[in-house]
């Protein structure tokens, strides 16, 4: 008998496609995991589809939603594009995991699942305006106006990584210039520690030792952990990060009006270090202050489990 209080949640990472049933409390019942074949396509789509098999021969369920990094058709189908996976772009995943599982499946953007789960579940718990930026190697953005999450015309609403915050600024892989993902992500938080670093090498001993005592060798997590322990350095390039970030948050309230902005991703583990800066720098940009609430900025509550949960009740709403 089809459980229709349960659905499959399927998050497809670089590493791994994790696949979990959930329930509608959010929990996950059960999990089973494949490695992601680097030669995506064809072969993702396989894992998939095995992962998929995999979870239905103990809970069978009638709604499956895969949560995958991209541009995802309006329809929720079609990868139009997607940054980290061969072979991919223009497929109907709906249909070829149709053919491979014979079960119908939803495609969701990343995002959009993270935010629809701490919506559901998490530091959004049933409010209607909801935004998340996912601060990680680019910025994802996801947008939940009036209790839908908002997919635009073709699929690629809310892509607040790519909104130009510096004319003429630095190149960003989409192809323009200046997006805000240039400035206010953990790959803009490593440019400027590097930065910081190679202009100050006798105050960047202690940094640097963290990363094999070279620029090359620090990873996103040295710079968080370094200013947590009050490293100048790693705070001073966290507080510019979120500058940035709550700068692009002033203007993206004029457009969604949200009453919390949710921040996910590896950084957030900075806690107040990334998220104070924001704050103030939201309140000095935003327009016409002190006339209008201003959204609260809080940290994601759900942490890596998000995708798959916003993606499997995705699929049952
Ligand atoms: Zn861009």
């Not at 130009?164 to 440019?191: D, H, K």
Request: proline share 3%; glycine share 16%; net charge negative.
């Amino acid at each position: 008998m089809l459980n229709s209080e349960l659905a499959i949640g399927i998050d497809i990472g670089g590493t791994k496609v994790l696949g979990g049933v959930v329930d509608q409390s959010g929990n996950i019942l059960r999990t089973f995991r494949e490695d992601t074949p680097k030669s995506g396509g064809h072969q993702l789509n396989q894992s998939i589809a095995e992962v998929i098999l995999e979870l239905l021969t103990t809970h069978k369920v009638e709604h499956v939603g895969i949560s995958a990094a991209g541009l995802v058709s309006s329809d929720r189908a079609t990868m139009l594009g997607t940054p980290n996976i061969k072979d991919w772009d223009g497929v109907n995943i709906a249909s070829a995991l149709f053919e491979l599982c014979g079960i119908k499946t939803v495609v969701e953007n990343d995002a959009n699942c993270a935010a629809w789960a701490e919506r559901v579940y998490g530091a959004g718990k049933g409010l209607e305006n909801v935004i998340m930026v996912t601060v990680g190697t680019g910025i994802g953005g996801a947008a939940i106006v009036n209790g839908q999450p908002l997919r635009g015309a073709n699929g690629t609403g809310a892509e607040f990584g790519h909104m130009r915050v510096v004319p003429n600024g630095e190149l960003c892989g989409c192809g323009i210039s200046g997006c805000f993902e240039r400035y206010a992500s953990g790959s803009a938080l490593m440019r400027r520690a590097r930065e910081a670093i190679a202009s100050n090498p006798t105050g960047a001993k202690e940094i640097l030792a963290r990363g094999n005592g070279t620029i090359e060798g620090l990873i996103g997590s040295h710079i968080t952990d370094a200013a947590r322990d009050g490293d100048q350095i790693a705070i001073g390039a966290l507080a510019t990060i979120g500058d940035w970030l709550g700068a692009g948050i002033a203007t993206l309230s004029m457009l969604f009006d949200p009453s919390i902005v949710v921040i996910g991703g590896g950084v957030v583990g900075a806690g107040e270090l990334l998220l104070e800066p924001a704050r103030k720098a939201m309140m000095r940009e935003m327009p016409f202050v002190g006339k209008h609430p201003v959204p609260e900025i809080v940290a994601a509550k759900l942490g890596n489990g998000a995708g798959l949960v916003g993606a499997a009740d995705l699929a049952r709403n």
